[in-house]
C-alpha cells in the first residue's frame, strides 16, 4: 500500500514563503502530484513531480527527491487567497491511474 | 468549457435507504475516479474507471457500493442499504487519458447524509 506524511497546518503572514513538506511510501512510485482545496471547495491540480528536481509555476514550485521519498510545495509571495489545503498524492506503477491522498495540510495566511 | 458535474449536490436519506449518487465527467476524458472525503481530511479513493472499465474497486468500503460507467461517460455510484456511518462528501473526478492520471479534475461533490 501507500502512505503519505504531511504537516497539518502552517500559519505565516502575507509576503511570505512557506514550505510544505510530503514524505511518501509505495511500492512503486511513479509521480507526486500536489492538490489545493479551499473551504468549501473542489480539489484543483498544481503541479506533479515524476523526475527529481523543482517545477516552477508563478508563485508555486514543487521538488521531489526520488531517492529520499521526499517531496516539498512552495509557496512565495503569499497572498490572502492562498490561504486553503493542499494535499501531496502519489501515483504509484502497480495502482495504475489511482491516485493516494495525504491528510493535507492547512495554510493560514495573516495579514 | 463545462467542468465535471455531480448530482445531486446534497442527498439526505434515511437509514436503510439506496441512494444513487451521478456523475458527469469532462467530455472525452477517459478515467474517471470515484473519492469519499471526510472534512479536514483528504480525498479517500473508492473505485475508477478507464472507459467503461472498472480498472481498481479496492477502495469500496462493502458489498453495498458499488459504481458503473456502462457507456464511457457518466458514472453512477450506488449506496445500498445506507448507514449513518455512510455519511460524507462524496466526490467524482476525470482525467483526459490514461497518461493522466496524475492530474485529476474534480467535481463539486454530493453531501450524503443518512439520517
Known amino acids: 500500500g501507500q502512505s503519505l506524511e504531511q504537516p497539518s497546518e502552517v500559519t505565516a503572514v502575507e509576503g511570505a514563503i512557506v514550505q510544505i513538506n510530503c514524505t511518501y511510501q509505495t511500492s512503486g512510485f511513479y509521480g507526486l502530484s500536489w492538490y489545493q482545496q479551499h473551504d468549501g471547495g473542489a480539489p484543483t491540480f498544481l503541479s506533479y513531480?515524476?523526475?527529481?528536481g523543482l517545477e516552477e509555476t508563478g508563485r508555486f514550485s514543487s521538488f521531489l527527491s526520488r531517492s529520499d521519498s521526499y517531496g516539498y510545495l512552495l509557496l512565495q509571495e503569499l497572498q490572502m487567497k492562498d490561504s486553503a489545503s493542499y494535499f501531496c498524492a502519489v501515483r504509484d506503477v502497480a495502482a495504475g491511474n489511482k491516485l493516494t491522498f495525504g491528510g493535507g495540510t492547512r495554510v493560514l495566511v495573516k495579514p | 468549457g463545462a467542468g465535471v458535474s455531480q448530482s445531486p449536490r446534497y442527498k439526505v436519506t434515511k437509514r436503510g435507504q439506496d441512494v444513487a449518487l451521478r456523475c458527469d465527467p469532462i467530455s472525452g476524458h477517459v478515467s474517471l475516479y470515484w473519492y469519499r472525503q471526510a472534512l479536514g481530511q483528504g480525498p479517500e479513493f473508492l473505485t475508477y474507471f478507464n472507459y467503461e472499465a472498472q480498472q481498481d474497486k479496492s477502495g469500496l468500503p462493502n458489498d453495498r457500493f458499488s459504481a458503473e460507467r456502462p457507456e464511457g461517460s457518466i458514472s453512477t455510484l450506488t449506496i445500498q442499504r445506507t448507514e449513518q456511518r455512510d455519511s460524507a462528501m462524496y466526490r467524482c473526478a476525470s482525467s483526459l487519458n490514461l497518461a493522466g492520471g496524475y492530474e485529476q479534475f474534480f467535481g463539486p461533490g454530493t453531501r450524503l447524509t443518512v439520517l
Open positions: 513531480n515524476a523526475l527529481d
